[in-house]
């Protein structure tokens, strides 16, 4: 996938999120429960990679497999492009910018 197939996914999840709870939470409320659910999709990652180690209990560890990882990861990402929209965040410049930054960093 390239990332304008993925901003294509992000821009219509956007628009039916939005759709589905227009009725129920305004713009200000929106943008809480986006970063709400960044953090959850955070947490869910976290006991992935526990799992992933298997430093988790036995009953979390049933039935576990690195699909479950994958899709961890997936949500994050999702997740937070999602946010990133919410907040009219250019996501591609700023990942270009952040790049730039980065690499200025390491220049020796």
Do not use: P
Request: proline share 0%; glycine share 2%; charged share 40%.
């Amino acid at each position: 996938m390239d990332l304008s197939t993925l901003l294509e996914f992000i821009d219509r999840e956007h628009e039916r999120l939005n759709d589905y709870y227009k009725h129920t939470l305004d713009s200000e409320k929106m943008l809480l429960a986006r970063s709400v659910k960044l953090a959850e999709e955070v947490g869910e990652l976290c006991s992935a990679v526990l799992a992933h180690k298997s430093i988790q209990r036995k009953e979390k560890l049933d039935g576990w497999d690195k699909t479950k990882l994958e899709e961890e990861v997936a949500d994050v990402v999702f997740t937070t492009f999602l946010l990133a929209k919410a907040l009219d965040v250019n996501i591609e410049e700023a990942m270009e910018q952040k790049i730039i930054k980065i690499d200025q960093r390491y220049e020796r």
